[in-house]
């Protein structure tokens, strides 16, 4: 190097260190005792994710990840409380129902104001779950009972149903029923407006910056009508970070209060470290698999059987899993009301299942199996799969695809076209067990999440009776489902292998979360503090 | 022109198109003095042997044959390296060792039947674009222009995603982006050669067109082929590698390299021989045909060769 030029080098390597450093720095945080009363001073709260935030910005057509980062902007009148089975006022200040289950009424809060400036009143509350009905997509159909909504005064709101459905969980979905200023929306671009990355929601933070595919960093709302304490968290970020591996390191490394998922394998090594835990939850979300009841040798419901018979559920549960589910009795979670123990299980019988397929006169074939590629739990419950069929005469071809590739494939207008057998998780929309029965099973004239294809009307009676009779008569919704389940199980369109339970690591510092599978992967900010 | 020293055949003649009228005794010698002169090359072929052999003998030699794909043992999962299972065991207990090993065959298989299609098509192609130039040599060449002006892996890459991720569908997309190299390499060698008295001196006889490419041009135009095809066979074991570790190649069970990695990384800090072993045979695969294809070039480069 040429003696002369040694200055500039120095001089543009130590404003380059200077760039570099002034990059890697957020904006420190406000610090506890610079701060006015009443205000959040708790720092950021980092929240790790394996997949993008935000599919949907808009509150109506949310149905996707993005129900974490939603249930923090948006709220809905009540809230599902999955420990003690109870609904928690949010929105609504009380409410009540008629004799006959058919006319429900909220008083709403007072004190509150949206993202837009706005005050919630009944007439804005009214319009926002129109809207959402109106557009008619992601989770809207769960106000299919609802008949009529009146604003009965500025605070009141009610709701005229067509038949006694249980509307409280409805209005705690965590898709679906949030209430946002959807006037000033509209006026400002309606979906386009959202998709700009607003919120015209009452939640306690609103959007601050979105880098898609990296980050989404969200700024505590001042005008939040629940009050915010000191040790409150002042932002919150949700990170996208793919690899489990730098999930791991910068969980111990004390960079993310939160990561929502690990594989089984690398939690070990987080229970021996300081500074972070592992929490255990119970959970909603069930493993299905999906069997082509439409095309190929699955049409058969014996055949179906026999593959029921040839599942290694015991090494899923223990060896994939490391015990962190539970094999599932029939579709519905255990947890959630509509449950049933006494259904009859499919454990691994492979003389059993050859004897299935010797009645229904095949003697094994060529089958398709679609998972998602990244993920690693399904694609060695595939591989596990592969070859406990081959010893019942199927040859497994295992398609590892992204998700949208895989439902893609499931939706061909040729049946012959799709899988014969597909893998996928399922967790509720809101805490009932119509998500899991009618969205999976029931007869659809355009395929969505039936992926099973399967067509049974005595099946479908059964699930929308249930539906129609859950705001009155629990115990005889509970009957019906049973009935719905028993139907499933002999004819094996699809099979929940498991309940996933939850297992999140927790920063030490990070105070006042609880698991509500009601909301799955969700945790509500406003409830947490640092410690 | 001065037609004695045209007629002479060129330097690659008297290596690969005679080679058969050589004495065994001088081919070996010959041998002999290439090794000798390029240690490295012959440390990248006693590996490529190695290779090959095990390749070729996995199913007799790997001790678990049935955790290539028949089997799993979950009880066993992510067990490190020991005397009975020498690399360790995955995460579905299965013995590494031998998917390592068995990985070797899929490789070498990918790595043949990639560049055995990228040949067949790009050879004729750069043969008639050469020999009889004019448009035909401007259409071909165009085609093959607008496939080299993507990068070898951006366009594998692009291939196999449109086709779908499978074995056939990953080979298939590495010969489509390989094609072209071979077109350039012998259509600039045809170009030379059919000025040469030689050619000139069969054409005058009445030989047939593809008499005289057959029997004249083709053989004297190889050498270079062959050391492209060495130097290849390297780079598309980690092409394919590269895409198997994206998900667009091989498909779970198959132990091919790169999908061994994609799935070892999950338990790269926990547990390091599952990344460790596949990846150091695609160090040492790849390090080996280079070293081998440098060494095929400095002998057959007249330039180079007495050096």
Not at chain 1, 81 to 100: G, P, R, W
Not at chain 1, 342 to 368: I, P
Request: hydrophobic content about 40%.
């Amino acid at each position: 190097m040429n003696t002369k030029h040694k200055p500039w080098y120095a001089i543009v390597l130590v404003s380059l260190f200077l760039l570099l450093s002034a990059c890697s720095n957020d904006k420190p945080a406000k610090e506890a005792d610079t701060a006015a009363e009443g205000q959040p001073a708790g720092g950021i709260a980092v929240y790790g994710s394996h997949d993008d935030i935000m599919t949907f910005w808009d509150p109506s057509d949310s149905y996707s990840n993005e129900i974490i980062a939603m249930n923090n902007m948006y709220e809905t009148l009540l809230r599902y409380d999955t420990k003690d089975e109870s609904f928690k006022n949010i929105l609504a200040e009380t409410y009540n129902v008629s004799d006959d289950g058919l006319t429900w009424t909220f008083t709403l809060r007072k004190d509150v104001k949206f993202h837009t400036g706005n005050d919630l009143t009944a007439e804005a509350a009214k319009a926002s779950i129109e809207r959402t009905i109106e557009r008619g997509k992601g989770a809207a159909f769960i106000w299919d009972p609802v008949e009529e909504i009146n604003a009965k005064d500025t605070h009141t709101l009610e709701f005229k149903l067509s038949y006694p459905a249980a509307l409280d969980t409805i209005v705690s979905s965590g898709y679906a029923a949030f209430i946002f200023d959807a006037a000033a929306a509209e006026e400002n671009g309606g979906e386009e407006w959202f998709n700009e990355g607003n919120s015209a929601g009452t939640g306690p933070y609103s959007p601050e910056k979105w880098d898609r595919g990296s980050q989404l960093i969200l700024d505590s709302f001042d005008e939040y009508w629940g009050e915010w304490e000191a040790d409150q968290y002042q932002k919150v970020v949700f990170k996208t970070i793919q690899e489990a591996n730098t999930r791991l390191q910068m969980a111990k490394g004390g960079e993310l209060q939160f990561v929502s998922q690990l594989p089984n394998e690398l939690i070990k090594s987080v229970e021996e470290a300081d500074g972070v835990s592992v929490h255990e939850t119970e959970s909603f979300q069930q493993l299905v698999m999906m069997f082509n009841t439409e095309a190929g040798p699955l049409k058969d419901s014996k055949v179906r059987q026999a593959l029921a018979y040839a599942i290694p559920y015991d090494n899923i549960i223990q060896d994939v899993l490391g015990n962190t589910a539970t094999q599932s009795f029939g579709s519905i979670p255990a947890g959630l009301w509509g449950h049933d123990s006494s259904l009859h299980q499919y454990n691994q019988d492979l003389d059993k299942a050859k004897q299935l397929l010797e009645e229904a006169g095949v003697d094994g074939g060529e089958l398709t199996l679609t998972y998602v590629s990244s993920d690693e739990e399904e694609r060695q419950i595939a591989e596990l799969l592969k070859i406990e069929l081959a010893k019942i005469g199927f040859e497994l071809e295992l398609k590892g695809m992204l998700w949208d590739a895989q439902w893609d494939m499931s939706k061909a207008t040729n049946p012959e076209e799709r899988q014969d057998i597909l893998l996928m998780y399922w967790w509720p929309d809101y805490a009932d067990p119509y998500s899991f029965m009618k969205n999976l099973y029931a007869s659809e004239d355009e395929i969505v999440f039936n992926l099973a294809y399967y067509k049974n009307e005595q099946y479908d009676q059964l699930v929308d009776e249930a539906q129609e009779v859950a705001g009155v008569d629990r115990d005889k919704a509970i009957e019906l489902y049973k009935q719905a389940q028993q139907i499933l199980v002999e004819e094996v369109p699809g099979l929940s292998l498991y309940d996933r339970k939850y297992i999140r690591v927790i920063n030490d510092s990070f105070g006042g979360y609880e698991d509500n599978p009601a909301y799955p992967n969700v945790v509500f900010f406003h409830d947490t503090y640092k410690k | 022109m001065d037609l004695k020293t045209n007629i002479t055949p060129p330097p690659s003649m008297e290596k690969i198109g005679s080679k058969s009228t050589l004495s065994n005794s001088a081919f070996l010698a010959e041998i002999r003095y290439f090794f000798k002169m390029n240690k490295l090359a012959f440390l990248g072929f006693i590996i490529i042997v190695t290779l090959i052999l095990l390749a070729l003998l996995a199913p007799l030699i790997i001790p678990y044959p049935n955790d290539v794909a028949l089997e799993t043992h979950v009880e066993n999962k992510l067990q490190p390296p020991s005397a009975d299972h020498w690399f360790g065991t995955d995460e579905l207990g299965r013995d590494l060792f031998s998917r390592v090993i068995y990985g070797t065959r899929v490789s070498f298989q990918i790595g043949l039947i990639a560049i055995g299609l990228a040949v067949l098509i790009g050879i004729p192609l750069g043969l008639i674009a050469g020999y009889f130039g004019r448009w035909v040599d401007e259409v071909i060449m165009r085609i093959s222009d607008v496939f080299l002006s993507f990068p070898p892996l951006l366009l594998s890459i692009a291939i196999a995603a449109l086709l779908g991720p499978s074995l056939t569908n990953l080979m298939i997309a590495i010969s489509i982006s390989w094609w072209p190299w071979y077109t350039r390499l012998i259509r600039g060698q045809v170009v030379s050669l059919r000025e040469r008295g030689f050619v000139e001196a069969a054409q005058a006889m009445g030989v047939p067109s593809w008499k005289v490419i057959a029997r004249h041009i083709l053989p004297n135009s190889m050498a270079p082929v062959i050391v492209q095809i060495s130097m290849d066979f390297g780079s598309i074991i980690l092409t394919a590698a590269s895409l198997s570790f994206l998900g667009l190649g091989a498909q779970p069970p198959l132990p091919e390299w790169g999908l061994l990695i994609n799935i070892g990384r999950n338990f790269f800090l926990t547990n390091w021989w599952y990344v460790t072993f596949p990846g150091l045979f695609i160090f040492i695969s790849v390090m080996a045909f280079n070293l081998f294809g440098d060494g095929l070039r400095d002998y057959l480069d007249p330039k180079t060769r007495d050096s």
